[in-house]
């Protein structure tokens, strides 16, 4: 296993100085998702949600997120984020459950990757989703959040092997 460095000499946390590290272009995939009941799948379908659509804001939010992970993540760098793309897909679970899948990626050319960014952007539209369907059920589920993909960088690129459920 990698050694930590987020820890200075006294242990305590401190942000890791990327400044030696070459500029190479990183992406990363990341999921999260939101299981629903039939009546919210059906009204964001149909786009029925008194609060407006849901796709179209979580999209929005979840790009805002991933702009602003340095500001909530302490340790982030902020960085020149080049692309952001969020992708939805709805499978059905059970007769009265609808899974929401929220793909998030993140692009940038520099010297430390965007994992943070993609899993914060997944995050924050599930999140977002949670948020505008609430008053229909509280009982929605969230998860899991994960890293699927990540490419550049020194330690090469990362692809996951098994399915996360």
Request: hydrophobic residues 40%; glycine residues 6%; negative net charge.
């Amino acid at each position: 296993m990698a050694e930590f460095t987020h820890f200075n000499e006294e242990g305590r946390a401190k942000m890791v100085d990327v400044s030696d590290k070459p500029e190479t272009a990183r992406t990363a995939l990341a999921h999260s998702s939101i299981t629903v009941n039939k009546e919210i799948y059906q009204k964001i379908t149909n786009n029925e949600m008194k609060k407006g659509d849901v796709l179209a804001v979580a999209q929005v939010a979840a790009v805002m997120a991933a702009k602003k992970t340095w500001d909530i993540i302490p340790m982030c760098h902020p960085i020149p984020i080049t692309g952001v793309n969020i992708t939805f897909a709805w499978e059905q679970e059970q007769e009265d459950a609808y899974r929401l899948t929220i793909a998030a990626v993140v692009k940038t050319k520099g010297n430390t990757g965007v994992e943070m960014e993609a899993l914060t952007a997944a995050s924050a539209g599930a999140l977002t989703v949670y948020d505008m369907c609430k008053a229909v059920d509280k009982g929605m589920v969230i998860g899991p959040t994960y890293l699927l993909e990540k490419t550049g960088g020194k330690n090469g690129d990362f692809h996951r092997s098994e399915q996360v459920r």
